[in-house]
């Protein structure tokens, strides 16, 4: 294995090419102290770059164990795991039919859709429904949301919060006749506790945001949804690298579905729409364009039919178009 | 190929005179030992005065290197190798079989490039759910779309109805021929693909259900972050990890399946993501697309070892 392979910085593989460490062996007899003189850095600097290359070269040797290799899981135990996962109801059963029961958990999502058709209050609801008690069929969880539009009313967010409650309520009026334990617990204000809200203003503090994203999680193991209004707004105008544009996207994307895998949580993105010029016709496609549209795992696309609103599902590993 | 100074203990003739001729011409390492000129060296060491020591060492850095090269294969041993080993395994997608002759190769990279939604992640967990009946699949996935509900439904429809349990035990044993393991940057899969080598080096001693089958889901989101920046090294990783990938199909006899995805081209058509340096590395590549009114895929071959290009075929999932 080749030292450029390691993750570390390129003024340390630098150095460490130009003292004629190329490759990983080459580090395997070496003393931090020797490397720190060889290489003109600090001891901590060198006792970290020994450490990555001998965990790189240690997971060279051990094989004992039974997966292929370390974090693999069978399909057979991702199966029985797969059932016991909780979706998040949008409280809407046609969207929730066509979803597979909600939005999943382990999994980006992405919802587009035209201006005006309901996606920041469907981002609003998602953030308050993960909060409903387990009883009653939902997570339990705290949501995080991350603006960078704008548009986040509170007062909204409070009659979603409300009514929420009230649906509770009524449901549990319904189903559980009996004076048992069934009062509702939470209050409205409680529910907005429970939302954690970032506004961002520029790409910079998006990319910065959701690498501080994985500290956060750490501390607050509760959260159990991520919702980004909108994902793409401070991407589309005024941006002259389109390579940057291009890795810095993907980069992001990838940090996401690392954070829902690990701390199984569900992302949604919320995207807006642009035209496609396919074939001399017109057609809606979300923005970003296609790299951007292989980095996440659902595709939603809400559009206008006549006065009533339609969803489709364009792209999910599990789900059929609909 | 480590630093001659670090060899010392393992090689005693590499002691200080060798190494101080060398530092005097700029040699630190084996690697410079092969760049430079070795018959030059060979008559400063004539000419300097322990020249049997230098002459010694010199050899013996010589040994070394040739230690490390992968032994010759004539014409015979290949085609014995390929007979033995390179098998073909079908995809269990009728159309994609016909296509290809049979089904990917063992030993080579067969890359699936397709826009948004077009089959691609299908198609491989339709593949690994039939080359699991046999042999073990490992599946790397950057963006958590492998669905274990997918393969067991393609399972299930493939085998004759019978018993729950002992449909449950079909699935079982089968399912758990298939390693999934989630990468989300490069430097990890680089990690993965280690582990899996020194694995598979045991494992060709072994006589039992092998591995034959590794899917990367997808490459392109694994490269995107770090290709185009001003330093090479995105360009590097990705050809070193094109490389790894071939070395581990060769060597071990797997078959490599790798999902890419598709960008805007001229014209607005689209072409492979990943530019030109990509475009050599796999051996075989195939275009995936979707119609969306009939739900039919289109398939068509953009490269092959043994096929015309331009051939295409349509199936149904």
């Given at each position: 294995m080749e030292i450029w392979r390691l993750p570390i910085s390129a003024s340390q593989r630098g150095k460490l090419i130009s003292a004629g460490y190329t490759s990983l062996s080459s580090l395997s007899s070496i003393s931090s102290s020797d490397l720190a003189r060889e290489l003109n850095v600090s001891e901590s600097e060198a006792m970290n770059i020994l450490k990555v290359a001998s965990h790189s070269r240690g997971s060279e040797t051990s094989n004992a164990s039974c997966s292929i290799v370390e974090g693999a899981q069978s399909a057979w135990d991702m199966l029985h795991d797969e059932e016991s996962l909780m979706h998040i109801t949008t409280s809407s059963a046609d969207l929730d039919n066509i979803l597979g029961g909600g939005i999943h958990c382990k999994e980006v999502t992405e919802i587009g859709g035209v201006p005006g058709i309901g996606k920041t209050q469907l981002g609003i609801q998602i953030a308050v429904n993960v909060q409903i008690p387990n009883d009653f069929g939902g997570l339990g969880g705290n949501s995080i949301y991350i603006d960078t539009e704008g548009s986040f009313m509170v007062e909204r967010a409070f009659q979603i919060a409300e009514a929420c409650i009230e649906d509770m309520s009524e449901y549990n009026r319904f189903l559980r006749k009996d004076f048992q334990e069934c009062k509702i617990k939470m209050q409205p204000q409680d529910i907005l506790e429970n939302i954690f809200y970032f506004r961002i203003c520029s790409y910079t503090e998006q990319i910065a945001l959701i690498n501080y994203l994985d500290k956060f999680l750490s501390e607050h193991k509760d959260v159990k949804v991520i919702v980004v209004d909108s994902v793409t707004f401070h991407f589309r105008?005024?941006?002259?690298d389109m390579a940057l544009r291009t890795r810095v996207l993907s980069g992001m994307a990838l940090k996401l579905m690392n954070l829902a895998k690990r701390f199984s949580l569900a992302v949604v993105l919320l995207n807006q729409v642009t035209t496609k010029h396919t074939e001399a016709s017109f057609q809606l496609a979300l923005a970003l364009g296609d790299s951007w549209s292989h980095t996440c795992t659902n595709r939603i696309v809400l559009y206008w039919n006549g006065n009533e609103r339609y969803a489709y599902i364009d792209k999910s590993p599990s789900l059929r178009s609909a | 190929m480590a630093r001659l100074a670090n060899l010392e203990t393992e090689y005693p003739v590499l002691d200080s005179t060798v190494r101080n001729f060398c530092a005097s011409h700029g040699i630190f390492s084996v690697e410079d030992f092969l760049i430079h000129d070795l018959y030059m060296l060979a008559a400063f060491a004539e000419q300097n005065d322990s020249s049997e020591r230098l002459k010694e060492g010199i050899a013996q850095v010589l040994s070394i290197i040739d230690d490390m090269h992968q032994p010759w294969l004539n014409g015979m041993e290949l085609l014995e190798d390929a007979k033995r080993n390179k098998h073909v395994f079908p995809t269990g997608i009728q159309g994609i079989d016909l296509l290809l002759g049979d089904g990917i190769r063992v030993g080579q990279l067969t890359e699936l490039v397709g826009p948004s939604s077009s089959g691609k992640t299908q198609v491989c967990l339709r593949t690994a759910s039939n080359v699991a009946r046999n042999h073990m699949v490992l599946y790397l996935d950057t963006g958590n779309s492998f669905s274990p509900q997918c393969i067991a439904y393609f399972l299930g429809k493939t085998i004759s109805p019978s018993s729950a349990q002992a449909k449950n035990q079909f699935l079982q044993k089968v399912m758990s021929n298939i390693s999934c393991h989630s990468v989300f940057d490069i430097f990890a899969m680089f990690d993965v693909l280690h582990q899996l080598e020194s694995y598979l080096r045991c494992q060709d001693g072994r006589g039992c259900c092998q591995m034959r089958l590794l899917i990367v889901d997808s490459i392109s989101s694994l490269i995107s972050p770090v290709l185009g920046s001003s330093s090479t090294l995105g360009r590097a990783l990705m050809t070193s990890a094109g490389y790894l990938l071939k070395k581990l199909a060769h060597q071990h006899n797997l078959a490599v399946l790798i999902i890419n995805h598709t960008v805007g081209g001229e014209g607005g058509s689209s072409k492979p993501a990943l530019g030109d340096s990509w475009k050599c590395i796999p051996h075989s590549r195939l275009f995936l697309s979707c119609d969306r009114g009939s739900n039919t895929y289109n398939v068509s071959i953009l490269r092959h070892p043994s096929m015309a290009s331009v051939k295409a075929a349509r199936f149904v999932i």
């Open positions: 105008q005024d941006f002259d | -």
